[in-house]
């Protein structure tokens, strides 16, 4: 993980002073930070507007339905940010959805708007479902407290619960945050020139490496600029219940705000769901005659021959940094842990590009390789495998393999036979996680594959980028199906409606 | 009585810096013998037991088992070659095995069917008959403790570590287990060391106990012994209620705010006592028993078979054990009268 960023920075430095003082302190590069930052800013807006409400009705209220509403709420996750940009853009113009249907022209939806809205309805369930945790943790008996001290709900609002959640609203926040900075496709298609855009076009079009490098270079420290603010923010904040006995929920009544909260609802997942799923098929209508079948079923076989292996090399990995970060805590084993955050935080294309000059200047045969490819997924997905292996391990007590010692047991086999079965079904989730994140993968996977190797991924984009909507469409149906497979995993362990 | 177990001058710190969590500890066990190790929490008697059975290195200090050094500063063998039985505090039961496969779990060298004998004799001696194929998580928790005791006990080891094996059982069951594991360890013969906060258990579970308190022993001894003649103020203390009595000593008798008192061995000059209130009684005053050491009643607590008296003395207040037949009010003139001598502390 560090030698690739060694190698970026080489390349970078390859520059003499003058030259990376000319590239660094363009016009060019302050637009595309302001590009990238306005796009941060507006997806968390918007994205703070659709996940306060909804997760307080769904987490505070007597409103009915609310598992199925949450469902619905986190299932936009399952879809891809360049298929919802795809929606959008198939959405209007001359040969789109609505003037195929209405025979309306409408305007294509594009540029900073398309951007926003497509990776909003992509990212806002992280934030939605942070929200909803601290809504759940959110002790009635503090507000009960405040108000018998005489707070008003204004008061209410602004003393208890938004201190309270700001710990659940950081972290939700931060996600979107790394998300934002490290979109290539919703970008892309929407031609809205963000600094991982602009990074991706410098790489593919003209070949300028330093300049990529620098770009690169802008991205991680933008990166680690917000992880080092999200860790102050959250420093020393402390607001878990200190007193004990059971919380008694008292959930509000809707009364007659039920209407209208459902509508609300319906407006987000009409937009967020039903339109990109409706698209998908509308455009399989169209187009599935035209789409060779034998094309999609090459690209899921080469994207599942690079996510496959790196799925099992993500969890070769994850068990022993699991155990030893677990079992051992220190200062290294902590650090080891943070450098396997920082792959997942590291904006895809930037990682990718340092893969490329790592392998360029140590392994030139690597170059091109599929192991390259299987090794770049399995480090920056890695976190994602990490997760479900720890918890894993919190379930099996060190005292287990303890009672195996004494039992006459050496140390690798108390392991083996007292630990290792506990794992088993973490290490089955860590392993669903990066295969399907893997297949779905599309700038690490556009800079490091093979010539020919296409995913499903890159025909998406290819054929979108092209605006050729019914040939994109089969592609993304398949994408929409693993993606849900996902999500259905990642409801199932993470969320205890 | 051979000796199985040595435990001589051990001593472990944390970190270098740190005080030492056990510092000089030293004990036998005895073949069949139940030994406890009794103190309050953080008086590092799981950290002493856990050296015994090699999860943790020794400082100072060594432990032998059957004469053979298992522990000291340059030398650790490792827990799995000890042949130690211990039984955690929380079970450790593993809970992706049924109950036979967990008492198998430490018998891989033995055939199948001598695996299979084995597994039957200790489920029918831990009263598990009929529950070999449920999963621990299916069991009560009394059910779930003898489990471990059972897959501790099933590969024979000579002696066996609990390390607070009844805490996590309520007070009915917890008696009703510790009586039966008591006979369980009694009929096959195994030597036992206990790990426990809760005197009565010690007490009433082990054959003799050592005390300790903030990383020491403070007395080795059998139950009797450490509860009537406790030797520092800390056992008087931790073992029952008391009075700490100052008092000048001679020869084998005291003077003190009760009045001159016999005690258990001979002292000169300045001693603290203690005396048990069930070895004290009451009588009404009168003129010839006085002598100017005489109370008051505080206040009582009727108990059903005893009471207990607080009395107010010139100085100091004591407790008071009596039968129910010995009956005061509140503000009664009465005069101590101690029924054993006290001991006097070091």
């Known amino acids: 993980m560090a030698l690739p960023v060694v190698y970026l920075l080489i390349r970078a430095f390859e520059a003499d002073a003058q030259q990376a003082m000319d590239l660094i302190f363009r016009r060019r590069n302050l637009d595309l930070l302001f590009n990238t930052l306005s796009l941060t800013a507006g997806v968390l807006f918007l994205s703070t507007l659709l996940s306060y409400p909804l997760a307080w009705v769904t987490a505070r209220t007597d409103l009915p339905f609310r598992k199925t509403v949450t469902t619905l709420a986190i299932l936009p996750l399952a879809i891809p940010g360049y298929v919802m940009a795809y929606t959008l853009l198939s959405l209007g113009g001359a040969n789109g959805t609505i003037f195929t249907l209405f025979g309306l022209e409408f305007p294509r939806i594009s540029g900073y708007i398309g951007a926003l809205l497509s990776v909003t309805f992509y990212t806002y369930p992280y934030l939605y479902l942070n929200l909803r945790s601290g809504f759940m943790g959110l002790d009635p008996a503090q507000e009960e407290a405040a108000r018998s001290l005489g707070y008003n709900t204004r008061q209410i609002f602004f003393n208890i619960w938004v201190p309270h959640l700001k710990p659940a609203y950081l972290s939700g926040a931060l996600i979107i945050g790394l998300y934002v900075l490290g979109d290539f496709g919703a970008v892309s298609l929407m031609r809205y020139e963000t600094i991982s855009y602009a990074l991706f076009m410098q790489y593919a079009g003209s070949y300028d490496r330093i300049y990529a490098a620098w770009l690169a270079l802008m991205l991680i420290s933008i990166t680690a600029t917000i992880l080092f603010a999200e860790a102050r923010l959250l420093k020393g904040l402390r607001l878990s219940r200190v007193g004990t006995g059971a919380m008694r929920y008292r959930n509000s009544t809707l009364g007659r705000w039920t209407g209208f909260v459902f509508a609300g609802i319906g407006l987000i997942v009409a937009s967020s769901l039903i339109v990109p799923m409706g698209t998908v098929l509308f455009w399989m209508t169209k187009g599935a005659t035209h789409a060779s079948w034998l094309d999609v079923g ?23 940094l699991a155990y030893v970060s677990v079992r051992y805590p220190s200062a290294l084993s902590g650090f080891f842990e ?113 010539v020919g190797f296409e995913s499903l991924a890159m025909n998406v984009w290819g054929y979108t980028n092209e605006a050729m909507f019914a040939d994109a469409a089969p592609f993304a149906l398949i994408l929409l199906l693993l993606s849900s497979v996902f999500v259905g995993l990642l409801f199932t362990r993470e969320i205890k409606p | 009585m051979s000796v199985l177990l040595r435990v001589n001058a051990l001593t472990k710190r944390f970190t270098p810096d740190s005080p030492p969590v056990v510092e000089d500890v030293s004990f036998d066990v005895g073949e069949n013998e139940i030994f406890a190790i009794l103190g309050p929490s953080g008086c590092g008697k799981t950290t002493t037991l856990r050296m015994i059975a090699g999860f943790e290195r020794a400082d100072k200090g060594s432990v032998e088992l059957n004469n053979l050094v298992v522990e000291c500063a340059h030398a650790h063998v490792s827990p799995d070659k000890r042949g130690v039985g211990f039984v955690f505090q929380e079970y450790a039961l593993f809970p992706h095995l049924s109950v036979a496969d967990n008492i198998a779990f430490g018998l891989p060298s033995l055939s199948k069917t001598d695996r299979k004998i084995r597994v039957e004799a200790m489920i029918e001696l831990a009263g598990l008959s009929g529950f070999e194929a449920r999963k621990p998580h299916e069991l009560s928790g009394g059910q779930q403790q003898r489990v471990a005791l059972a897959r501790a006990l099933a590969p024979m080891p ?189």
Not at chain 1, 303 to 319: F, N, T
Request: glycine share 6%.
């Open chain 1, 298 to 320: 090459q690209s899921v076989l080469n994207s599942m021959s690079a996510s496959a292996p790196a799925a099992l090399l993500a969890c070769a990995m994850a068990v022993p």
């Open chain 1, 338 to 450: 943070r450098i396997a955050w920082f792959g997942f935080a590291t904006p895809p294309l930037a990682l990718g590009l340092a893969f490329i000059f790592f392998s360029l200047g140590v392994a030139p045969w690597l170059y091109q390789s599929i192991t390259l490819l299987v090794v770049a997924y399995a480090i920056h997905y890695l976190a994602e495998a990490l997760g479900p292996i720890r918890s894993a391990l919190y379930q099996a007590p060190p005292r287990l393999e303890e009672a195996a010692r004494s039992l006459g047991f050496s140390p690798f086999h108390a392991f083996r036979k007292a630990t290792l079965p506990l794992l088993r079904n973490g290490t089955i989730a860590g392993a669903a996680f990066v295969f399907l994140s893997a297949m779905k993968e599309l700038p690490i996977t556009f800079m490091l594959a093979p």
């Open chain 2, 158 to 346: 000579k002696i066996i570590l609990l390390d607070e094996p009844f805490s996590n059982l309520d007070a009915v069951l917890r008696q009703s287990t510790r009586h039966e594991i008591r006979s369980m360890l009694k009929k096959a013969g195994l030597s036992a060391i206990l790990v426990t906060h809760d005197q009565e258990e010690a007490l009433s579970f082990a054959d003799r106990i050592a005390v300790m308190n903030k990383g020491k022993v403070e007395q080795i001894g059998t139950p009797e012994d450490v509860y009537e003649t406790p030797r520092t103020e800390f056992v008087a203390l931790f073992l029952g209620r008391t009075n700490l009595i100052k008092a000048k000593a001679r020869g084998m008798e005291a003077w003190t705010e009760l009045g001159a008192l016999m005690i258990d061995r001979p002292m000169d000059g300045d001693v603290t006592l203690s005396i048990r209130p069930e070895h004290l009684t009451l009588e009404r005053v009168n003129e010839s028993n006085c002598n100017g050491c005489c109370g008051t009643i505080l206040n009582r607590e009727f108990k059903g078979h005893d009471i207990t008296y607080k009395i107010q003395l010139q100085k100091s207040e004591c407790l008071v054990h009596t039968d129910n037949r010995v009956n005061f009010v509140a503000g009664d003139r009465v005069v101590v009268k101690p029924v054993e001598p006290a001991v006097v502390l070091n």
